[in-house]
């Protein structure tokens, strides 16, 4: 029996490896064993049978209802012109939601084992019932992927190949997923292009939707037969030439984060040529200083006439006790905290708050003291977009995320062909990016010892030099610099300048932990509230709170939110309870219960879990429950015991 079992795990080793269209391409690779790495995690075997857990029609309803928008966007305008494929092949395209649900298909009916595909509304494809699938994959990655007929851990699907794209919507927030699935030998290359093509049909679509009663919307491409296109970049402007959205592909054209620029910022014109731009008359425009496109405008439907306000010609200065006033945004991105919204009642963030908001129109740098996930980028993203320089980039740099061998380049940039691998046209470097905006380097204790000499003289010269130039670029910044370290042990070690130290520490503030901070109960709520504005659900119980509040935190702000969105994808819409929580809050709570003397030990779940399997006759789910911990830490104890 053991003999046949590891020579099955080495088939199936082979099988994951086995030729395909994506066998050359290393990122698929690494996707397809991460995934087949998290069935293991999950406690699947390549026997297993998926589990599709099947919506009932009542809420399989309520489902469709909340995402009529998305199922009419792609059956009346994208299906259509993909009806050739459909009749021509022996493949089905699903449309899921978020979550992998099914909401609906289009195709043959008998694709597959007839019935039993698991392809049909209602069912739920993720990696974690049904295994490495092109739906749930792309779900968890957020990326296009296709999944072949031994890609699938489970060898219940090695029958199809699937070829999913996620599908953004105008928030840029995960909405759907539409996948293309076959029996048949179809091109795959071609399936897996078709797909994106799709998804992006439908984000565009969507856009339109969204935005074009009031608002213009600038389609641009390199080629002018192709700007019809769903290639196309798409931006969606205000009466102000503010950029309020835009599609991925303008995004990824572009490469710059396009959030509430203006157009003069991005090509060669302003809002007044936008406006006079004749209806479907293409104009070509240079962006970025150097890149050329073709551009057509479509104005809003709606034309709301507006009182004409001259002195935002240019020619006006307002008095000195205006211009800061004015100078403030009058609404700030989704994703930015308003400032009384930092802190609930904590002194200590309500003090720091203050301070730091009034050094943003000084010339005096910031440095944040804060254990790792506290919330520093969310408080200097807020910090950014309640000051003067909203209107221009924040530009963050995670100095520990970067190679040490690129944070010079990556920081001060290049000229082409200053070393082996530099781009041909060279680069501006992320300090320059920020010009006239805000400069945020988090983690800055792991910059290596010769960059900081660098940094310190563009500090203190207010130039920047990119590498294999003898050029200087004026930069004027606002300077954020955060840490988890006690820079100036770092300093006594020799590991840290001494003179960038004062030269970067002008207001030193600190962020507590959110196991230290007194408004601990309020800011979950709060958080949970945010979270329910992208994912409906029910208000936290005080059951719940309590729990919560309890905790011990060791990952901070970014583990809550990591709890809370996993917490809530298991409740599904019911009300969240402690068994919807990973398992790692759990462990977390453990270690704090047995680090605490005066606290009595509970059951360990070595003990606790294998009794309540033989109490509920082997029940997972009911033990999960009654245990308080996830389907997968008792598949875990059950596999340890043998049971």
């Known amino acids: 029996m053991t003999i046949k079992k590891e020579q099955q795990e080495s088939d199936d080793s082979k099988a994951m490896r086995s030729p395909n269209v994506n066998l050359n391409d290393e990122e698929h690779k690494q996707q397809i064993e991460a995934s087949w790495y998290r069935c293991e995690q999950f406690g699947l075997e390549h026997t297993s049978e998926p589990n599709f857990a099947a919506l009932p029609k009542g809420e399989l309803n309520d489902l469709r209802d909340q995402h009529r928008n998305l199922l009419e966007t792609t059956e009346n305008e994208i299906i259509p012109y993909y009806e050739n494929i459909l009749s021509n092949s022996a493949c ?16 043959q009916n008998r694709f597959g084992r007839g019935e039993y595909h698991g392809l049909v509304e ?45 599908i953004y919507d105008t928030g840029n927030e995960l909405l759907g997923v539409l996948d293309i699935s076959s029996d048949a030998y179809l091109p795959q290359d071609h399936t897996l292009g078709m797909v994106k093509l799709m998804s992006l049909s439908v984000e565009n679509r969507l856009i339109f939707a969204a935005f074009q009663q009031n608002h213009f919307i600038v389609s641009f491409n390199t080629n002018l037969t192709s700007l019809d296109s769903h290639w196309s970049g798409l931006l969606v402007l205000d009466d102000q030439g503010t950029i309020v959205s835009a599609n991925r592909r303008a995004e990824i054209v572009l490469a710059r984060d396009l959030s509430l620029l203006n157009i003069s910022q991005i090509f060669d014109c302003d809002m007044r040529e936008i406006k006079n731009q004749p209806l479907h008359m293409p104009m070509k425009q240079r962006a970025l200083g150097r890149f050329q496109f073709y551009m057509k405008v479509l104005p809003p439907v709606t034309q709301v006439m507006k009182v004409p306000d001259y002195r935002t010609s240019g020619g006006y200065e307002a008095p000195p006790q205006q211009i800061a006033k004015q100078s403030m945004p009058s609404s700030i991105p989704d994703n930015v905290i308003p400032l009384d919204e930092l802190e609930h009642g904590d002194p200590q963030v309500q003090r720091v708050v203050k301070q730091a908001h009034k050094i943003m129109e000084k010339d005096i740098p910031i440095l944040i003291h804060g254990e790792t996930g506290a919330g520093k980028e969310i408080f200097v993203r ?112 020799g590991r840290f300048r001494q003179d960038l130290y004062y030269r970067i520490s002008g207001l030193n503030i600190e962020l507590p932990s959110l196991r230290q901070r007194q408004d601990k109960r309020k800011l979950i709520s709060y958080v949970h509230e945010r979270l329910r504005l992208e994912e409906p659900g029910p208000a936290l119980s005080e059951e719940m709170l309590a729990l919560l509040e309890g905790h011990p935190w060791p990952g901070n702000m970014r583990q809550l939110v990591h709890v809370l969105k996993v917490g809530m994808a298991m409740a599904d819409g019911d009300e969240l309870e402690d068994w919807h929580l990973p398992d790692d809050f759990f462990d977390d709570l453990q270690n704090s219960v047995n680090a605490n003397a005066t606290q009595p030990e509970s059951e360990s779940y070595d003990t606790l879990i294998p009794k309540l399997l033989e109490q509920t006759h082997g029940n997972v789910s009911q033990t999960a429950k009654l245990a308080g911990v996830s389907r997968n830490t008792v598949y875990k104890y059950a596999k340890e015991k043998n049971l």
């Open 92 to 107: 089905i395209i699903v449309l899921a939601d978020r979550q992998g649900h099914v909401l609906n298909t289009w195709g």
């Open 382 to 493: 807020s910090l950014h977009y309640h000051s003067s320089r909203h209107k221009e980039m924040l530009v963050a740099v995670n100095c520990a995320a970067i190679p040490s061998e690129l944070v010079e380049s990556e920081l001060f940039g290049y000229e082409k062909g200053a070393f082996t691998g530099a781009q041909n046209k060279g680069s501006i470097g992320l300090i320059r990016r920020a010009h006239k905006g805000t400069l945020f380097l988090d983690e800055i204790g792991e910059m290596p010892a010769t960059v900081q000499s660098r940094l310190l003289r563009v500090l203190q010269e207010r130039v920047v030099t990119p590498l294999g130039s003898t050029e200087v670029y004026p930069v004027d910044v606002k300077l954020i610099s955060a840490t988890n370290r006690n820079l100036k042990d770092e300093v006594t070690e």
């Open 122 to 166: 209602g069912n739920q494809w993720t990696e974690q019932g049904v295994g490495t699938n092109a739906i749930g994959t792309a779900i968890i990655s957020g990326r296009a992927i296709q999944v072949g007929r031994d890609e699938h851990y489970l060898r219940a699907n090695r029958y199809m190949v699937g070829s999913a794209s996620p």
